[in-house]
């Protein structure tokens, strides 16, 4: 317990037992509602020389008892002084899905602007800038829990018809809210990465912008390219170590170790 009687605030970051010697480092950014044990399995199909840390956001797991979070520039912002204690000196790619394509966008952006080392290469799934990417904050905000689920069925997040226990419901719905919210009231100041981009993304996500993953050309310094696999929103879950391995190869050619 703390000294106010609060209990003891987690880590932002969770990172695999191994590969502390490792050359590079990888930040894994879970989707709207997602944690970090649901992206824990890249830490044994990533290539050997891949350190693997996973974002856990307030809300969820070990975090559940606190609030969660449901606005873009106070996440940045909570997460960016743990974010640079993570930092080591060695060469880090950002990796995010969806929502936490999103983020890890942002962080590198502020991390930048205040002077902090800029991302190898920043690893962007199933979310690219302009209109048309999800509900808007107000629309989240009058969804009612079934029309909430019902959306997220729709994307592939979970199975339709499932009837979620209330338990279950309560640590869920914050969490998946609270990232919704999050995203919809985002407001696109058009800032570039400050790292090269590399996309990737499903050939039915109903959720991509016009133009697809190409919409990141416009922000890349340099844009490497989008990569579509076969699937939806959710394609990632299918095609995760052919995309853990294009990530590879790109952050070999951006930052070679000696």
């Known amino acids: 317990m703390s000294a106010t009687g609060d209990p003891p605030r987690a880590r932002w970051f969770t990172g695999s037992e191994a590969g502390h010697d490792a050359p590079y480092t990888v ?24 350190e693997t840390r996973f974002v856990q956001l307030p809300g969820r797991q070990e975090r559940l008892r606190e609030e969660a979070m449901d606005d873009l520039d106070s996440i940045v912002e909570a997460l960016q002084d743990p974010f640079e204690g993570e930092l080591d000196g060695r060469p880090y790619l950002l990796f995010g899905h969806s929502f936490g394509a999103l983020l890890a966008y942002r962080l590198a952006v502020a991390l930048v602007a205040d002077g ?14 302009g209109p048309g990417t999800g509900p808007s904050r107000e ?7 079934e029309e909430l689920l019902d959306r997220v069925a729709e994307l592939g997040m979970m199975p339709r018809g499932v009837a979620l226990d209330p338990a279950t419901l309560a640590t869920v719905l914050p969490a998946l809210r609270g990232d919704l919210l999050a995203a919809g009231g985002f407001q696109d100041d058009l800032a570039p990465a400050p790292c090269p981009v590399a996309a990737y993304g499903g050939t039915d996500d109903p959720l991509l912008p016009a133009g697809g993953m190409d919409a990141w050309a416009r922000r890349g310094s340099p844009f490497l390219g989008s990569t579509l696999f076969p699937g939806g929103h959710f394609y990632l879950f299918d095609h995760a170590v052919a995309v ?4 590879g190869r790109h952050l070999r ?3 070679p170790t000696v």
Do not use: C, K
């Not at 629309?139 to 829990?145: I, N, T």
């Open 27 to 50: 930040f894994v950014f879970p989707h709207a509602g997602g944690s970090a044990a649901q992206y824990r399995s890249w830490s044994a199909t990533l290539p050997p020389e891949f």
């Open 116 to 129: 902090g080392p800029a991302p190898a290469l920043l690893g962007a799934s199933g979310w690219a800038p």
């Open 139 to 145: 629309r989240v905000a009058d969804m009612s829990d």
């Open 244 to 247: 853990q391995h294009s990530l």
């Open 253 to 255: 050619r951006l930052a």
